[in-house]
């Protein structure tokens, strides 16, 4: 055999899973059709989370009063902003190379074919450099793309994905976005917070359908804030240009209308790559999610395993990590599992939003009695010195042991707070425990330690408001 490991796919999970693989002494080859670190380095979290940066520094330039700071002329530059956007991308692409040659993993360009179980054609750019490796085991961590539902019109041009949006020259006077989710909010506070005139069209009754009913509620007053519309329980019928760009068909409760932009974004989900053939003809089981995986993150055929979003088990970049560890640790010949318990989610909107564990929601559809506390961040120190009181700490316990159940958080620094709330929830702290952990002052985190003091006492910085 040419490998002992043979990962195709470059993401989070894939050079990930490559390092671990290699750091367990095996010899690891991986494959990618175009760069290191998939979606999430070049596509997703990062050029996201930096143009975010420069919106929240605009936005602060142009509050800055507020603070007893005037500033006369202000401006920003948007190649400038996508130039800085492009850096760190390459910062951190590179940073990857350095470690996948510091552990011995040797890369391939190019676009891989699964031959049979222990063989994978690689066919780069160069149609003459075509060539076949063997290897004892295969890992598939082929990522996804953006869903595009069969809306007619979705192929006008302006209509674009985050994909290219990313990619614009300007930005664009006007954005309608389809879909209400994670991707689509986040888009609309970075184009919102520079200026552009922001409309999102959800089909489902409230905006971040599988959160907390309380982080959907304070979300959708967040955005009035911001200026951006939101057209919850409306469905897009059709796409057509119009004088001003696209003009969008949408109905909500039998009565359609038209909403007029410069672009729209689709951005109603990601599905799993995966070639439907080529795993059939291998054996290898799937569903309409992704691949069918165990918590050892193998697939039906020895050998061969899954790990990251085309999984379709948990579509984040810290799940897809961790699903490289637990597969490599497997295939190195230990044994690990996969736990989905406390796996945090993160929401890089304005302010953030960072759950884990179980919903409200949930709990009443598990007929689960529990108790709910929550704290808002109007009530905390640190909150009011930053000028960012929007949001609160919620955390929900069994109602008999106090366990932690889940945790959500709406506010400043919101997807660093929620570790206090993962390692609660992986760990079955209790409320009492969390709350006699002296918390620091003045902090965020105090918010925390307030919200659990309320499920099973009285906080002391607001009046309760347990139930």
């Not at 709406?410 to 918390?439: K, N, R």
Request: one cysteine or more.
């Amino acid at each position: 055999m040419d490998y002992e490991i043979a990962i195709i796919g470059a993401g989070t999970g894939g050079y990930v899973a490559a390092i671990k693989a290699a750091q367990l002494g095996k010899k690891v080859v991986l494959i990618e059709k175009r760069d290191l670190g998939g979606v999430c380095l070049n596509k997703g979290c990062i050029p996201t989370k930096t143009l975010l940066k420069s919106a929240e520094k605009w936005q602060e330039v142009t509050h800055c009063a507020d603070f007893g700071i005037f500033v006369s002329e202000a401006a920003y530059d948007w190649e400038k902003i996508r130039s800085r956007k492009d850096d760190v991308i390459h910062q951190l692409r590179s940073g990857v190379e350095k470690l996948l040659q510091a552990n011995k993993v040797t890369v391939l360009n190019g676009e891989a074919s699964i031959l049979d179980a222990h063989s994978i054609k690689v066919q780069p750019d160069n149609p003459d450099g075509v060539q076949t490796i063997t290897t004892e085991k295969i890992f598939i961590a082929t990522g996804s793309s953006p869903a595009l539902p069969p809306i007619p019109g979705i192929k006008k041009l302006g209509v674009i994905t985050s994909d290219e949006l990313l990619r614009l020259d300007e930005v664009p006077q006007s954005l309608l976005i389809v879909g209400g989710g994670v991707i689509g909010l986040e888009f609309a506070g970075i184009y919102a917070g520079f200026g552009c005139q922001v409309t999102v069209v959800e089909m489902t009754p409230s905006i971040l359908p599988p959160s907390d009913v309380d982080m959907q509620r304070r979300m959708n007053l967040a955005l009035r804030k911001q200026f951006i519309t939101v057209k919850a329980g409306t469905a897009v019928k059709e796409i057509k240009q119009g004088p001003e760009g696209l003009d969008v068909i949408v109905e909500s409760r039998g009565k359609t209308e038209t909403l007029s932009a410069e672009k729209v974004l689709i951005a109603t989900g990601r599905v799993p790559n995966i070639n439907k053939e080529e795993l059939e003809k291998l054996g290898v089981a799937y569903t309409r999610k992704g691949i069918t995986v165990n918590d050892k993150m193998e697939t039906s055929v020895p050998g061969i395993y899954a790990i990251g979003d085309v999984t379709g088990m948990s579509m984040l970049a810290h799940s897809a990590a961790h699903m490289g560890i637990v597969a490599a640790t497997n295939a190195c010949g230990s044994t690990a599992a996969m736990d989905y318990t406390a796996i945090p989610s993160c929401i890089f909107t304005t302010p953030e939003i960072a759950a884990v564990g179980l919903t409200e929601q949930e709990c009443k559809a598990q007929n689960r009695k529990v108790v709910i506390s929550k704290f808002n961040f109007a009530g905390n120190g640190k909150a009011i010195t930053m000028g960012e009181t929007d949001g609160l700490v919620k955390l929900i316990a069994d109602a008999e042991t106090h366990k932690l159940l889940g945790c959500h958080i709406m506010g400043p620094h919101a997807s660093d707070l929620i570790m206090e709330g993962t390692l609660a929830v992986q760990l079955g702290l209790t409320a009492e425990q969390v709350a006699t952990t002296i918390h620091p002052h003045p902090t965020l985190s105090e918010a925390v330690d307030e919200a659990a003091l309320g499920l099973f006492g009285s906080m002391i910085h607001q009046v309760n408001l347990r139930r």
